[in-house]
Structure formats: structure tokens, C-alpha cells
């Protein structure tokens, strides 16, 4: 097979095509968010991942019956998403993770290196649209920035 043509003095470029084992998405209640949940259930399926992460970051400056109160209703969002995954065969884990003294972004990109995530599934939103989103564009935006595996952020 002929190799690929360079241009001269240009070093070629690495064409293989990488494995996605394991797929992390970030979700909160926006739509664009649960829009990332089924991307990266299809991904998993066609891709046949070893794992899909489903996390979501409560953001502990809510503090005490707030943070509580979200934990319960992330695990209510999440079950859906699992339920759906699960349909299709699909080994899927659930996290939530606290960003206790750190950034949401922090938290989601400090995950992905320590757990060897091959691709990160996020939504990008209009933050404008509430102040208080979790996921919105620029979590989205910053989680590409800083992270060390490729980030797929869906509009």
C-alpha cells in the first residue's frame, strides 16, 4: 500500500485510527446535556466500548441540604441513561463526583486522566440561559481546553 504523500521536510503523520474503550459524559438536566447521554450510549454501541461513564458534579458551593438534595435528583437523572445503555447491552457506570474545592472542570478532566478515558461526550450550551448550569458552553469549552483526551462537544 502507498504510503501517504508529505510534503517535504514535514515529518508524516500518525493515521492510525484509535480505540475507544472507554467514553465519559459529563451530564446535568440540560438538554443539550442528555442529548451528549444518548451520543455516547450510539458511541459505545457502535464503537463497542469496553465501559460508558456517566457522571455528573454537584457543585458543593450549594453547601448542606442543597448538595443533598441535588445528589438525589442526579441519581434520578442518571437512571434513564443507565436503563437506556443497559438495553443495548452496554456496561455502564454511574458517578458522582463532588467538586470540593475545585472547579467543575477540574473535576471532570482530573477524572479522565486517572481513569484512562479515551473520549469525553459533553454538551455545550448557552450559559446565559441559567445561571447556575453545570455543564453549559463553558464548562464544554474549558473541559476541551484542558483535557488530554478528545472531547466531542455536541451543539
Known amino acids: ?32 446535556s442528555m442529548k451528549a447521554a444518548n451520543y455516547g450510549i450510539h458511541l459505545a454501541e457502535v464503537e463497542r466500548a469496553k465501559e460508558l461513564i456517566i457522571m455528573h458534579v454537584v457543585d458543593m458551593k450549594q453547601g448542606g441540604a442543597n448538595g443533598l438534595m441535588e445528589v438525589s435528583s442526579a441519581e434520578e437523572m442518571i437512571k434513564p441513561i443507565e436503563e437506556e445503555a443497559k438495553k443495548k447491552g452496554i456496561n455502564i457506570k454511574s458517578e458522582i463526583k463532588y467538586a470540593e474545592g475545585k472547579s467543575v472542570v477540574k473535576s471532570i478532566t482530573e477524572y479522565a486522566n486517572k481513569n484512562h478515558i479515551d473520549l469525553i461526550v459533553i454538551g455545550g450550551g448557552d450559559v446565559s440561559q441559567r445561571t447556575y448550569l453545570i455543564v453549559g458552553w463553558g464548562v464544554a469549552m474549558d473541559v476541551f481546553k484542558k483535557s488530554q483526551c478528545p472531547v466531542l462537544v455536541m451543539r
Do not use: F, N, Y
Not at 7 to 13: I, L
Not at 14 to 31: A, F, M, N, S, Y
Open 1 to 32: 500500500m502507498p504510503s501517504e504523500p508529505q510534503m517535504k521536510g514535514e515529518k508524516a503523520a500518525d493515521v492510525t485510527i484509535p480505540t475507544i474503550e472507554r467514553i465519559l459524559v459529563p451530564v446535568d438536566r440540560t438538554p443539550l
